[in-house]
């Protein structure tokens, strides 16, 4: 018969910490610390696989496990010489979960099981407390009542609050014996009006009812909230672990505390906890007393005592098991403790959620130490908390009222005035406002408007929209998709669903790592990057042999990305420089020029600049490759849309005002993203594309003649579909930079390569990489048309698949592998089979997301380029690539 049942007990245990997905991470932890002797109380864990099994048979358990779970309980009653049930010596458990991966707070535990009429008077005579017992008693039925049988505490809530305040009394301890055993009548009778039933006496349906409950928390909604938010998988399930009771509510030689062996949020090398005297686990985390510190390195005036001072003698034993513990583990424990009588017992261990910037400063700090050694430290700092050490975060500590929520596109705090355009949020900052742009979406044309804001508000578009991603690159917070707005740019208002209206130059705050829109100005906390973030970031790029360059279009962006680690720029986006306010003008000139000669006079207006841009960026990247995006977008983009702008432009452009609006309409498409756009324009208006490389190359020329710069210009054909369009534009790129190298006289070794953004250029990648020097992925579009979702319309229904399990994440965030891994995969090895030592790269904004980071270190990718503040994120999640190889 399999083996659903795990023993544990001081000295020796059936499992040990190897074993987490069978028995959880508590259970596996607690067999791990009865096993090298700490003082645990001694009980039993029911494996994962029986709560596979449960939800697989419409919650009916494997066969034998009963038979398992009786033969453990009589094992436990002879360790702790009790009878479960046993009414002149009883025994009481404790039943709670543990899952693999650590999800605190999120599923249901039972305390004090095992106590009915009986049983308490037993207890009472074996404690000599009547108080201790009856409190014992109303916390179980209460417990039970709302883990087991789904009553709302807050019903004992409120009759233990009116019974302390007929007493006149503050805290739940002062509560007498009389006062606890009428509590107790009064929770049974509140039980009994609910429920339509009794509560129950017999202890064997206690127990049973209580593990049902715990394996079906697994499933409870926060605790499917918190896998999804955190990638467990669902599969994995939960283990029940059984444990006799402790009590650290017998008296004042009792406690129970909570403690790390450092501090969590700075990682600071002491004994961080809290415990009160008296009380049971739950009172300490649910605030129902000011919890005391464990020991006096932080005491302040004004504390209560520190647990060094009330029981020294435990404090001692205390501090001796968190050595212990932590150069057993090698890591920063978060660990449960009781204190019955004066004797100390160690109830649960689990590696401790801590800060970034704890993390960093523990991992490296215990390399210092000689505990663990540097591919360890790499690996214990995760990627994605990176973010925290990068932008401004909401001070933890205060109050906020959140009106809305949308997608956590770019992360950060900010609050300013609200405003609805670009234009005026250009000229709020001229005059020293700090605002936020609310948009329903963006487009290109309001880049200066973002630029100028603090951070970006709007009601459509995903993860991936054109908010998302520039935000991203421009550092600053971004909530998109937020369909709890209705905004009206008439009235100059938005609207929320919980029924705020927010006017232009009300006050609102961001928060981009979690997607809230917050009323009014919050507090916020300033990212601390220490000496060990450099150490770290050091060891890992030791480690990791994927490159991780940065997509930036100006030298400002350049710079940063250089700052945070960046080998280079893997996508300059040109089309961001022609909406800079002194050349849009010029740019809408070109296009609605009637013939050639038109559209080249406007494009030598252009040029210049683009050549002052390349400079700028060559310069910044001091001789690190650069790719450069030949224009992509669809034209009409560039256009204005309202009369006024219209008119303007005709003026300038010396055409008459039906002229320039029958252009606008004509260029009009009802599916950009699929059409006149990308190397479709290059070949149709091979002008533009001309001016484009003749910058790039002047400004590569000029460099390397007056400057002596060692330059590699990548120069980037976007949206190929068929090797075709590649080899006609490749001729025409190589004719251009053939002929400013000769009028300078200078050669530069550039490159040609293209975005493999399409379905169909993946499956014809050995024909496509025939003509490039390299490939980029463009995975944003490449997802797009591989699932056939619009990444600024797909936010209205994703959640929905998500919650649901059609999809297991957002593919615009997280890279498919199934689907669209499958293209990078083939054609990366299609393209290299017919050139070998093909280079080839992403630059999407799975670039910086971790697991797919982590996907192009295992199909060999030579590179991955993001936003230049998702840079260290790369290169971590590169170095743990590279050292889950080894």
Same mark, same amino acid.
């Given at each position: 018969m399999e083996k659903y049942v795990y023993l544990f007990t001081k000295g020796q245990a059936d499992g040990d910490r190897s074993q987490r997905e069978l028995l959880g991470g508590k259970g596996a932890n607690l067999a791990e610390m009865a096993a090298i002797g700490l003082p645990v109380p001694s009980g039993f864990t029911l494996t994962t696989e029986v709560c596979k099994s449960f939800y697989q048979h419409d919650r009916h358990y494997p066969e034998g496990v009963d038979k398992q779970v009786n033969e453990a309980l009589k094992n436990l009653e002879l360790q702790m010489a009790k009878g479960f049930g046993d009414p002149l010596n009883p025994l009481l458990l404790s039943v709670r979960s543990g899952a693999p991966a650590s999800m605190p707070g999120m599923m249901d535990t039972v305390l004090n099981l095992g106590l009915n009429e009986q049983t308490v008077q037993g207890l009472i005579k074996l404690s000599g407390d009547p108080r201790f017992a009856f409190d014992s008693?109303?916390?179980?039925?209460?417990?039970?009542?709302?883990?087991?049988?789904?009553v709302n505490s807050d019903i004992f809530e409120k009759l233990l609050a009116d019974k302390k305040h007929a007493r006149g009394l503050q805290n739940d301890n002062e509560l007498s014996a009389e006062d606890l055993q009428q509590l107790i009548t009064a929770f049974k009778d509140s039980y009994r009006q609910v429920l339509g039933l009794d509560f129950p006496t017999d202890p064997q349906q206690q127990l049973w009812e209580a593990i049902s409950a715990v394996f079906g928390s697994w499933m409870n909604p926060r605790a499917v909230t918190y896998r999804r938010l955190n990638n467990i998988p669902f599969h994995w399930g939960t283990a029940v672990n059984v444990q006799a009771m402790v009590f650290g509510n017998m008296g004042n030689d009792c406690a129970t505390g909570v403690a790390f062996t450092r501090d969590p949020s700075t990682g600071e090398n002491y004994f961080y906890g809290e415990f009160l005297v008296n009380a049971q686990g739950e009172d300490v985390v649910a605030g129902i007393r000011t919890p005391q510190p464990i020991n006096k390195a932080k005491f302040k005036l004004g504390d209560l005592p520190a647990l060094e001072d009330v029981l020294p003698e435990c404090y001692a034993q205390l501090l001796e098991h968190r050595n212990t513990l932590e150069k057993h583990f090698h890591d920063m424990q978060?660990?449960?403790?009781?204190?019955?009588?004066?004797?100390l017992y160690m109830l649960q261990t689990r590696t401790g959620k801590r800060t970034a910037q704890a993390a960093i400063r523990i991992a490296v700090e215990m390399v210092e130490q000689k505990l663990i050694n540097k591919r360890e430290a790499v690996l214990r700092v995760l990627p994605e908390q990176l973010e925290q050490l990068l932008h401004p975060s909401i001070d933890p500590s205060v109050d906020k009222n959140i009106i809305a929520k949308g997608l956590p596109a770019s992360p950060g705090a900010c609050s300013g005035k609200v405003v609805f355009n670009a234009d005026e949020a250009e000229q709020q900052k001229r005059l020293k406002e700090r605002v936020i742009?609310?948009?329903?979406?963006?487009?290109?044309?309001?880049?200066?408007?973002?630029?100028?804001?603090?951070?970006?508000?709007?009601s459509r578009g995903g993860m991936t929209s054109h908010a998302a991603v520039v935000a991203r690159g421009m550092g600053k917070s971004c909530v998109a998709g937020c369909g709890d707005l209705h905004i009206d740019y008439e009235k100059q208002v938005m609207v929320t669903k919980s029924g705020y209206t927010i006017k232009r130059g009300d006050i609102i705050t961001l928060d981009g790592a979690t997607g809230e829109v917050i009323l009014g100005e919050v507090a916020k906390v300033q990212p601390a990057v220490s000496g060990n973030f450099g150490t770290l970031m050091s060891w890992a790029d030791k480690f990791r042999t994927l490159k991780v360059r940065a997509n930036a279009d100006t030298p400002h962006d350049a710079k940063v990305a250089r700052e945070f680690g960046a080998e280079g720029i893997g996508l300059c986006r040109t089309e961001h420089m022609f909406f800079d306010v002194k050349r849009i003008q010029a740019v809408r000139e070109m296009i609605v020029s009637a013939d050639l000669q038109g559209r080249e006079r406007a494009l030598a207006k252009i040029m210049p600049m683009q050549k002052s841009d390349f400079i700028g960026l060559f310069r910044e990247m001091k001789r690190m490759p650069v790719t450069i995006r030949l224009l992509d977008p669809p034209l009409h983009e560039f256009l204005p849309q309202n009369d006024d702008d219209i008119a303007d432009l005709a003026a300038v452009a010396g055409m008459r005002f039906s002229e320039v609006k029958n252009h606008v309409e004509e260029l009009h498409e009802f599916n950009p993203m699929l059409g006149h756009r990308g190397c479709r324009l290059g070949l149709t208006y091979p002008e533009v594309y001309n001016m484009q490389v003749r910058a790039i190359m #002047?400004?590569?020329? @000029?460099?390397?003649?007056? +400057?002596?710069y060692e330059i590699v210009p990548e120069i980037m054909i976007p949206l190929v579909a068929d090797v075709n369009e590649l080899k006609v534009l490749r001729e025409k790129v190589t004719q251009v930079a053939e002929q400013v190298m000769a009028a300078y006289g200078v050669k530069v070794d550039y490159q040609i390569g293209t975005m493999i953004e399409l379905p169909r250029a993946a499956l014809l990648a050995d024909l496509i990489a025939l003509h490039a020097d390299f490939f980029s992925f463009g995975t944003n579009d490449l997802t797009q048309t591989t699932y056939g979702l619009s990444r600024d319309d797909a936010g209205r229904f994703l959640p929905y698949y998500i919650e649901n399990g059609l999809f297991s994440s957002d593919p615009f965030i997280k890279l498919d592998r199934a689907g669209v891994g499958q293209l990078l995969r083939m054609g990366t090895e299609r393209g290299r089979k017919a050139r070998p030592?093909?280079?080839?790269?992403?630059?999407? #904004?799975?670039?910086? @997301?971790?697991?797919?980071? +982590?996907?192009?270190?295992?199909?060999?990718?030579d590179y991955v380029s993001c936003s230049p503040y998702r840079v260290p994120i790369a290169r971590l999640a590169a170095a743990h690539a590279a050292l889950k190889d080894k």
């Open positions: 008693y109303r916390r179980f039925i209460q417990m039970y009542a709302n883990v087991v049988k789904g978060d660990i449960e403790f009781t204190i019955e009588s004066g004797k742009l609310v948009r329903i979406e963006t487009s290109p044309e309001d880049i200066h408007g973002m630029n100028a804001a603090q951070g970006i508000l709007t #002047e400004a590569a020329c @000029e460099l390397v003649k007056n +400057e002596h030592g093909l280079k080839v790269g992403i630059c999407g #904004e799975h670039g910086g @997301e971790p697991s797919s980071v +982590e996907f192009c270190h295992q199909i060999g990718l």
